[in-house]
């Protein structure tokens, strides 16, 4: 099987009035290389429609290898140089109404390596791609099919040496800014003709790198859709002014991003590609690239960090590259696709032990799925609860524990089916994808300031949420619908609900913003934070609470074939995060139950849970302390 995997995040809402989904346009497929024919599905049609794959190892110095149809396969270009366009019988041969198939050419393929594909299809008010030969005019106007007129241009000849020359539309027409290089901008009226581009035409002059005589060229042109209805926009091309602090200056898109490309243009550096199938960095993780680079990921750490919204990113970090003071900043921005609600619970959540081989290319815990969000421990020996995420990369947390954030390049999403690690073979998996109306993974950055509001995507209100701050040693905050705003608990503890103005404010969330307060462990100024959000929805997942009768009692979730999770927690005084799963067994006799703050191996000898068709049985079981007379107790159950 093909191990490319498609993204699947992305922000509530659909296209208005037939639009076309960004997903049908663009794509971010990650895959393991295996030195043969390797076929990548990434469900876009580029040998009808056209359009341009970028092909980039995430784990060799290759360059960034640059197919498209015009051009036609196997001709390439690598943008970190100024070489001309030639074959590369091995790259990418050949495009299909799916997707596009490459060979063994280690700059695309090589045996266990893994690689990242961008796929940019032709479509007007996206994406654009025109060749044309050079005249040395000083007033060329060169016809395109956008529909639109392009806020990115960039321009290479094919047959001879030249820079890769990019127009930003937040430069204008007089300046200019090389792809192949880290210099800055420059004013320059030569190479696009002192001429702004309008919705069909971009101007060229007599500057060799756009139009020199005899020479042939390749133009990709991207649209902005500010001027698009709100619901139909996929792309957007701006600037921003850098502030040098770790609480960046937040760019406004009115919608989650999937893929976005930076570069200083005052002060030069690397353009700074981050997309959300790779992860988005903060500090040291290493899922940055740079088409200026051949480099690979880990060499080129440390370079940025942004937080992805609801609503748009945030610069979180202050290095030079990305968020110096009064510095300017360009940027291009696509659109995630939407979240769509789930018909089965099977779309969303799995619960599996851990192979202990991936040979085949496929990560440990196999879920069906993209995961953006998983949780792992050894059930038999005991140990860390480890917590990672689609958007924080290689970066992982431990519910047993308020520990702070910690980098490994054992967490790896580079799967189209599940995730895994090599060192979790034994372990087992819980793993969640997001989805409207069930379930949100959100990373943001404090301000210190007491009624901060969090933008989300869930599209409901969140009955549950979970907070965890990375930057620091911090336990996990715990919000819940029965216990109200003005309590909380600690995921990382088996203390009771208590009172605090400073987690939540006092205020409930909304279907597309928490609150937080100014205590540190949810909104210290300039720390970073990620927050899981968990809603019901019908069928799929059930937030609830009962009271506990000191016998049994069936808990009804309004599921038809019971529950494969079951997380139960006290709340009225001392109790633990318990967890049950079908794999490990949920039936009418003993269940072996996990915690989630602690790092103990499972309980065998219990029988707490039952199972139930509607949802599960809680009986009293004294160890477990999940059904004592008169207690309350919130729980968390899966279809």
Same mark, same amino acid.
């Given at each position: 099987m093909t191990i490319e995997r498609k993204v699947g995040m992305g922000i509530a809402g659909q296209p208005s009035g037939g639009a076309t989904d960004v997903a049908e346009v663009f794509s971010t497929d990650l895959y393991t290389g295996n030195g043969g024919t390797k076929t990548i599905t990434s469900g876009i049609d580029i040998s009808g429609e056209g359009g341009l794959v970028i092909t980039k190892a995430r784990d060799l110095a290759e360059g960034m290898n640059w197919v498209d149809t015009v051009r036609g396969a196997p001709n390439y270009m690598r943008s970190h140089v100024n070489d001309v366009?030639? &074959?590369? +019988? +091995? =790259?990418?041969?050949?495009?299909?109404?799916?997707?596009?198939?490459?060979?063994?050419?280690?700059?695309? /393929?090589? $045996?266990?390596?893994?690689?990242?594909?961008?796929?940019?299809?032709?479509?007007?008010?996206?994406?654009?791609?025109? +060749? #044309?030969?050079? /005249?040395?005019?000083?007033?060329?106007?060169? !016809?395109?099919?956008?529909?639109?007129t392009p806020a990115v241009i960039i321009v290479k000849s094919t047959t001879a040496s030249g820079d890769w020359y990019v127009y930003h539309t937040s430069l204008g027409r007089l300046k200019v800014i090389v792809l192949n290089s880290t210099?800055?901008?420059?004013?320059?009226? =030569? *190479?696009? #003709? /002192?001429? !702004? *581009?309008?919705? @069909?035409?971009?101007?060229v002059g007599s500057d060799g790198a756009t139009n020199g005589n005899g020479q042939t060229y390749v133009a990709y042109l991207f649209a902005d859709n500010s001027s698009e209805d709100a619901d139909d926009q996929m792309i957007k091309c701006g600037s921003y002014t850098g502030n040098g602090s770790a609480t960046g200056p937040v760019v406004n898109l009115g919608w989650e991003p999937q893929f976005v490309l930076i570069r200083n243009a005052s002060d030069g550096g690397n353009w700074l590609i981050m997309d959300s199938m790779r992860g988005i960095p903060t500090g040291d993780e290493s899922s940055v690239l740079a088409p200026n680079s051949s480099a690979a990921e880990s060499s080129l750490a440390n370079l940025w960090g942004i937080n992805l919204t609801a609503t748009g990113f945030q610069i979180n970090v202050t290095q030079s590259q990305i968020n110096a003071s009064s510095q300017t900043y360009i940027y291009m921005a696509i659109r995630a696709p939407m979240m769509i609600e789930p018909t089965a619970a099977t779309d969303?959540?799995?619960?599996?032990?851990?192979?202990?081989?991936?040979?085949?290319?496929?990560? $440990?815990?196999? %879920?069906?799925?993209?995961?953006?969000?998983?949780?792992?421990?050894v059930a038999t020996s005991g140990g860390t609860r480890f917590v990672a995420s689609r958007l924080t990369s290689e970066e992982y947390l431990q519910t047993s524990s308020n520990a702070a954030g910690a980098n490994s390049d054992s967490m790896l999403f580079d799967f189209s089916d599940g995730w895994g690690s090599p060192d979790f073979g034994t372990y087992n998996s819980w793993m969640w994808k997001r989805a409207k109306g069930y379930m949100d993974v959100v990373a943001y950055t404090g301000n210190g300031t007491a009624g901060r509001?969090? *933008?989300? %995507?869930?599209?409901?209100? *969140?009955?549950?949420?979970?907070?965890?701050?990375?930057?620091?040693?911090?336990?996990w905050p715990v919000y819940n619908k029965t216990t109200t705003s003005t309590k909380y608990m600690f995921l990382s503890q088996a203390?009771?609900? !208590? +009172? !605090?103005?400073?987690?939540?404010?006092?205020?409930?969330?909304?279907?597309?913003?928490?609150?937080?307060? $100014?205590?540190?462990?949810?909104?210290?100024?300039?720390? @970073?934070?990620? &927050? #899981?959000?968990? &809603?019901?929805?019908?069928?799929? %997942?059930?937030? =609830?609470? #009962?009271?506990?009768?000191?016998?049994?009692? @069936?808990?009804?979730?309004g599921f038809s074939a019971g529950s494969r999770f079951i997380l139960i927690k006290r709340t009225d005084a001392t109790g633990s995060w318990y967890v049950w799963d079908s794999v490990r067994g949920i039936v009418a006799g003993n269940d072996p139950y996990l915690i989630l703050n602690g790092t103990a191996s499972q309980v065998t000898s219990d029988d707490s849970v039952d199972p139930a068709n509607a949802g599960f049985i809680v009986n009293q079981v004294s160890a477990s302390n999940i059904n004592v007379s008169s207690a309350t107790y919130i729980f968390y159950a899966i279809a």
């Open positions: 366009s030639s &074959a590369l +019988t +091995t =790259g990418l041969t050949a495009f299909n109404s799916t997707g596009h198939v490459y060979g063994s050419n280690s700059e695309v /393929n090589q $045996n266990t390596k893994k690689y990242v594909a961008w796929t940019f299809r032709k479509k007007e008010k996206f994406f654009d791609v025109v +060749t #044309y030969s050079g /005249n040395e005019a000083t007033s060329r106007m060169i !016809a395109h099919s956008l529909g639109s210099g800055v901008a420059y004013s320059d009226s =030569g *190479p696009w #003709y /002192n001429q !702004a *581009p309008t919705s @069909t035409h971009f101007g969303v959540f799995a619960t599996v032990v851990g192979r202990s081989s991936t040979a085949d290319g496929r990560g $440990n815990f196999l %879920s069906g799925f993209p995961v953006d969000f998983g949780i792992a421990a509001t969090v *933008p989300h %995507s869930l599209s409901v209100i *969140p009955e549950m949420i979970w907070v965890k701050r990375r930057s620091g040693t911090n336990d203390t009771g609900s !208590a +009172t !605090a103005a400073s987690i939540w404010n006092d205020t409930a969330p909304t279907s597309s913003v928490f609150t937080v307060g $100014n205590y540190v462990g949810v909104n210290g100024s300039s720390d @970073t934070y990620i &927050a #899981y959000l968990f &809603a019901t929805l019908d069928g799929i %997942s059930k937030v =609830g609470s #009962y009271t506990g009768n000191g016998t049994n009692q @069936t808990i009804s979730c």
